[in-house]
């Protein structure tokens, strides 16, 4: 068996572009989209694709999947959507992004193992926000039990806090916290 630390990579991105593209692509090696770029027409997206290479893009699932609460028809054709851009751009993880909105309610978090759980298509990071904030253990097993990597700002820690176990993690520093 390998050693996992040979194998273990920290590839490092920003969230947009700023600029010229190309400055970027010299530097990073990871870029995720800003919800803005999303909606990037298709012949851009297939230029950025061939600018940066496969997996350097990281883009947002569709805000419908959540807002449909993880079911139905809304939810379904925004995953569609999400994969279509995730193809298009060779990404192999996209992030979900849940609103504050999105309480950690028994529901809620069915509803979450329920879309996600044993689904195929790119990786999906998720980024819990409001009051997922301080429950990183809940998180994190809810994560692995839907087949999510976790987004952990590892800046944003407190001392007793021990960052999600398992083979890939999703670190996102999210500033402005002070």
Request: aromatic share 8%; net charge negative; hydrophobic share 45%.
């Given at each position: 068996?390998?050693?996992?630390?040979?194998?273990?990579?920290?590839?490092?991105?920003?969230?947009?572009?700023?600029?010229?593209?190309?400055?970027?692509?010299?530097?990073?090696?990871?870029?995720?989209?800003a919800?803005?770029?999303?909606?990037?027409?298709?012949?851009?997206?297939?230029?950025?694709?061939?600018?940066?290479?496969?997996?350097?893009?990281?883009?947002?699932?569709?805000?419908?999947?959540?807002?449909?609460?993880?079911?139905?028809?809304?939810?379904?054709?925004?995953?569609?959507?999400?994969?279509?851009?995730?193809?298009?751009?060779?990404?192999?993880?996209?992030?979900?992004?849940?609103?504050?909105?999105?309480?950690?309610?028994?529901?809620?978090?069915?509803?979450?193992?329920?879309f996600?759980?044993?689904?195929?298509?790119?990786k999906?990071?998720?980024?819990?926000?409001?009051?997922?904030?301080?429950?990183?253990?809940?998180?994190?097993?809810?994560?692995?039990?839907?087949?999510?990597?976790?987004v952990?700002?590892?800046?944003?820690?407190?001392?007793?806090?021990?960052?999600?176990?398992?083979?890939?993690?999703?670190?996102?520093?999210?500033?402005?916290?002070?």
């Amino acid at each position: 068996m390998q050693d996992p630390l040979e194998t273990a990579a920290l590839r490092v991105g920003c969230v947009g572009f700023r600029g010229p593209k190309a400055r970027y692509f010299d530097r990073m090696q990871v870029w995720e989209l800003a919800p803005n770029e999303m909606n990037a027409k298709p012949k851009t997206m297939a230029r950025w694709a061939e600018d940066a290479g496969p997996g350097a893009y990281v883009p947002r699932v569709d805000p419908a999947v959540a807002a449909a609460g993880f079911k139905g028809e809304g939810a379904e054709a925004g995953w569609a959507r999400t994969v279509a851009v995730a193809e298009q751009l060779g990404a192999e993880t996209v992030l979900l992004r849940t609103p504050a909105t999105f309480r950690p309610t028994a529901a809620n978090k069915a509803a979450l193992q329920g879309f996600f759980g044993g689904r195929g298509g790119p990786k999906v990071a998720w980024w819990a926000d409001g009051l997922w904030d301080g429950m990183l253990e809940e998180t994190a097993a809810l994560a692995q039990s839907a087949g999510l990597l976790p987004v952990v700002d590892p800046l944003g820690l407190d001392d007793d806090e021990v960052p999600p176990a398992g083979p890939r993690i999703y670190w996102r520093v999210r500033g402005g916290q002070g």
